[in-house]
């Protein structure tokens, strides 16, 4: 760097010209690339969305249909779904979200199982009911 007044090289670090003390200014530093960022869209969240457990959904979606269908594959698959969303939730520690979900679905999963059992018993106590009645009656 160079004194403005005079014009002599100025050492490194000095803050004065050695030879006439005129105040030398210290290099500028090189200005830094700036980066350009989007301002949000309005309705856009400030921060990182948090992502659904798509195990959760699933869980939900298979609990309700296996609900109205009481019980089958779906609530069986229900519960699996849900057992496997609250772990991946729990585990991300905040990263993800819809535990309620997981935890409806596992239920009307459960409850569909349940309704299914029950009915299954019944139409099978009614089919043999049936069939002890028919066989008193001798035509």
Known sequence: ????????????????????????????????????????????????????????????????VGFVLAGGLFSVLAIIFGGIGMGQINRSHGALKGKGMAVSGLVLGIVGLILGIIIIALVGFNLFWIRDISSDFHY
């Open 1 to 64: 760097m160079f004194c403005p007044k005079c014009g002599t090289q100025v050492v490194q670090g000095h803050s004065y010209c050695q030879k006439c003390g005129a105040a030398v200014a210290p290099p500028a530093a090189a200005p830094q690339p700036q980066m350009y960022t989007a301002p949000p869209m309005s309705g856009q969240p400030l921060i990182a969305a948090v992502k659904t457990s798509g195990m959760a959904i699933a869980s939900l979606v298979l609990g309700i």
